[in-house]
């Protein structure tokens, strides 16, 4: 009996760490992000490791994008939306831009930390 008790108590420490990173990579965080002539303001400055959703608006008077992580949202006209999708696995500093010429220049660029 005590043998089991000792047994199953070893397995739930071993198993304790992998359901907690199981759970923060599970972790799924939606950052809006408004667009205007030339900056972008995001809701959420700092997220956690795992899925964030951008939900980009364009509330600005030309085109805009927006680039984070290798991945780069269509270009977005005044008025309209749009979703980038981004999983991060590691935290660090995520430089964030509008691809379009003379945007990033102009100021549309950031940082995004993932702790």
Known sequence: MLRRVLLLGLLAALLAPAAVASSRAATTTTDSVRMTEFKFVLTKRAVPRGLVVFKLVNRGTVPHDFKI????????????????RVRFTKPGKYRYVCTLPGHEASGMKGVLRVR
């Open 69 to 84: 992580k290798g991945k780069t949202s269509a270009k977005i006209q005044p008025g309209r939306r749009g979703t980038v």
